[in-house]
């Protein structure tokens, strides 16, 4: 089993930055894949981005270019770094992590693991 929690949400206003943390324990040595994904109220849980073992990343169309997501091996921690925000990046951010597969997936049934997610909010 692997456990996810999350840290670093909060309320900033368009334009700011904020960065998340997703530290991981457990069985962190089976983690192929990680990701963080985001539900508004009243909307589906989206993809936003995701990182490999072996450091390779993805993101969203709806943030590239404004989000980095990275890890730290050491800490078992991967950050998302979320600058130039904008009112509707509004939601609950959760990460999520898989041992299946080092494959590209931004779909949620893909990731086994959840934490219980960290708001963030922005105002315009």
């Known amino acids: 089993q692997v456990q996810l929690v999350e840290s670093g949400g909060g309320l900033v206003q368009a334009g700011g930055s904020l960065t998340l943390s997703c530290a991981a324990s457990?069985?962190?040595?089976?983690?192929?894949?990680m990701a963080w994904f985001r539900q508004a109220p009243g909307k589906e849980r989206e993809f936003v981005a995701t990182?490999?073992?072996?450091?390779?990343?993805y993101y969203a169309d709806s943030v590239k270019g404004r989000f980095t997501i990275s890890r730290d091996n050491a800490k078992n921690t991967v950050y998302l770094q979320m600058n130039s925000l904008k009112p509707e990046d509004t939601a609950v951010y959760s990460c999520?992590?898989?041992?299946?597969?080092?494959?590209?997936?931004?779909?949620?049934?893909?990731?086994?693991?959840w934490g219980q997610g960290t708001q963030v909010t922005v105002s315009s």
């Open positions: 990182i490999s073992w072996r450091d390779s990343t």
């Open positions: 999520a992590a898989t041992p299946r597969t080092e494959l590209l997936t931004t779909v949620v049934g893909s990731y086994d693991y």
């Open positions: 457990g069985r962190t040595f089976s983690i192929r894949r």
